[in-house]
């Protein structure tokens, strides 16, 4: 892909902030706004779309907005995995509201505000836990130097675990990555956890994991081998002892946290080989502050996530990222993230400006016409069990 391509993902952010302004004032019945119509609650706006507002980016005039991810594979099929653009939730257990399951009132941050389940039904397709030793068990949890507290666990593993086979098993065509950041101890640990989960019957085996930045199979094999579920550890001795990828063996990453949004700079993370190596065929974009901020994702979406995107696929030697990780995936102006992931996966796969406009079978660049990008039109089945905040229109 020449690097020329990438400045189009710039400037839909902006037409997305204009456009706002101009469909304040808009009405329509129940269940019936399109993007970018003002709405007063969930219930106005349109299947795969919520209520929400920007109050970061002066938009205080709630709108309904993308909730819902378009899976590049139904667009564009049969190609290896590595060619695909997912979403990824960071510290996807580390939700608003969650109850205490240790009885003490949960002092920690937080990162997003649904549950996996309903995370995975509006597309995302990457999971990032913390997993600790923690009461005789394995917990999803925050720490200080590698120790869970009562006062920052979430829940047992297991609990996050059987929500994603619930969800494979439903869902016979869909792939899921979970990457664990590890502090498990216990011999086995995770072993005995993905087995209780009734996982393994998805689990892609480590030994067929392709190497030195070779293609991985196309998602049709996966699909067809039951491969459907990929878990790669940050601790490099599990791969050896229990059959779990080492993470920096298969993707190169760029550094979480605050030094992953500075503009115009995308570093690697220190574990992790220089973006441009080919050393590794997938690449993980970290795209989200250090200390989260519910009322700022939404600027954070919406403005500086192209030009961030852009910059990374330069560091990376124009390659474009396979996951991106963001907090609070839902937060945008309009598109958001889903709008991202589109433009990315158009671009990389069919030459398109959003990957709505691929046409099966046909040559890279010939697009079919969408009509306006800003009024795109969704897929039903998103859904936002509103931990309450932001599908009443609340920030």
């Excluded at 979430?154 to 619930?166: D, G, M, S």
């Excluded at 590890?182 to 085996?205: H, M, N, Q, S």
């Excluded at 605050?258 to 690449?283: H, I, M, T």
Aim: proline share 6%.
């Amino acid at each position: 892909m020449e690097s020329t391509a990438l400045p189009f993902l710039v400037s839909i952010p902006l037409l997305h902030l204009l456009l706002l302004s101009s469909a304040a004032a808009a009405s329509c019945p129940p269940r019936s706004c399109q993007l970018l119509d003002s709405c007063s609650t969930a219930d106005d706006c349109a299947a795969g779309l919520y209520c929400g507002s920007c109050p970061a980016s002066g938009n205080v005039q709630p709108a309904c907005v993308r909730a819902l991810a378009y899976q590049p594979t139904a667009f564009v099929k049969g190609l290896p995995f590595n060619r695909y653009t997912w979403l990824v939730t960071h510290n996807s257990f580390s939700i608003v509201d969650e109850p205490s399951y240790t009885g003490v009132q949960r002092v920690t941050f937080y990162n997003q505000e649904d549950t996996v389940t309903n995370q995975l039904r509006n597309g995302v397709r990457g999971l990032m836990l913390d997993m600790y030793d923690f009461e005789n068990d394995i917990w999803l949890c925050h720490s200080f130097q590698g120790q869970c507290y009562n006062f920052t666990a979430f829940e047992p593993a297991i609990n996050t675990l059987k929500e994603v086979e619930e969800f494979l098993t439903e869902n016979p065509l869909e792939i899921v990555t979970i990457i664990i950041e590890d502090y498990v101890r216990a011999p086995k640990g995770l072993t005995k956890l993905f087995t209780d989960a009734g996982l393994v019957k998805f689990w892609y085996p480590v030994s067929e994991m392709p190497m030195n930045g070779m293609d991985w199979p196309s998602v049709t094999d996966m699909v067809a081998k039951n491969h459907r579920l990929l878990v790669f550890t940050s601790d490099a001795s599990k791969e050896a002892n229990e059959g779990i990828a080492y993470q920096w063996r298969y993707m190169v990453e760029n550094e979480p946290g605050d030094p992953g949004v500075v503009p115009g700079s995308c570093p690697n993370r220190k574990e992790s080989q220089p973006l441009n190596s080919r050393y590794a065929s997938l690449f993980l974009q970290n795209y989200f502050p250090t200390i989260p901020v519910q009322n700022e994702a939404c600027k954070e979406h919406s403005v500086g996530f192209a030009e961030m995107v852009d910059a990374c696929y330069r560091a990376a030697g124009n390659i474009m990222p396979n996951f991106l990780a963001v907090n609070f995936y839902m937060r945008s102006n309009g598109g958001g993230v889903f709008d991202i992931q589109d433009r990315i996966n158009g671009l990389a796969l069919c030459g398109c400006g959003t990957i709505t406009a691929c046409q099966a079978g046909a040559p890279m660049g010939v697009c079919k016409n969408t009509g306006s990008p800003n009024r795109t039109s969704t897929n039903s089945g998103g859904t936002y069990s509103g931990k309450g905040r932001y599908s009443d229109c609340k920030d």
